[in-house]
């Protein structure tokens, strides 16, 4: 069983950056497409972006185009998001989440492992 353990959540201000890290356990994690989601109070868990097992295929929802930069390093099990140009609505509990397949997908189902979560708050 996969272990995914996020860190580098916080609190900023409009407009400022954050980065979120999630590294994993096991020796297949290169395998893996990872993504991160995220959540707020109420609302269903909602996909935020995705890399495939080399990085050359990454998708990301519409509002954080040109704003989030998912990327990874296989030699330390490691998925970033990079989070500029932050808003109050991207304030969310983030969740990484790893998948078996080979292709890049944007709904949760298709991922069955999740770390256990990282805070972001942007105040305006």
């Known amino acids: 069983q996969v272990q995914l353990v996020e860190s580098g959540g916080g609190s900023v201000q409009t407009g400022g950056s954050l980065r979120l890290f999630c590294v994993a356990s096991?020796?297949?994690?290169?395998?893996?497409?990872m993504g991160w989601f995220r959540q707020t109070p109420g609302k269903e868990r909602e996909f935020v972006a995705a890399?495939?097992?080399?990085?050359?295929?990454?998708k990301y929802v519409d509002s954080v185009k040109g704003r989030f930069t998912i990327s990874r390093d296989n030699a330390k099990n490691t998925v970033t998001l990079q989070m500029n140009s932050l808003k109050p609505e991207d304030t969310a509990v983030y969740y990484c989440?790893?998948?078996?397949?080979?292709?890049?997908?944007?709904?949760?189902?298709?991922?069955?492992?999740w770390g256990q979560g990282t805070q972001v708050t942007v105040s305006s």
């Open positions: 989440a790893k998948s078996p397949r080979v292709v890049v997908f944007s709904t949760r189902g298709a991922y069955d492992s």
């Open positions: 096991g020796r297949t994690f290169r395998t893996y497409v």
């Open positions: 890399i495939n097992w080399n990085g050359t295929s990454t």
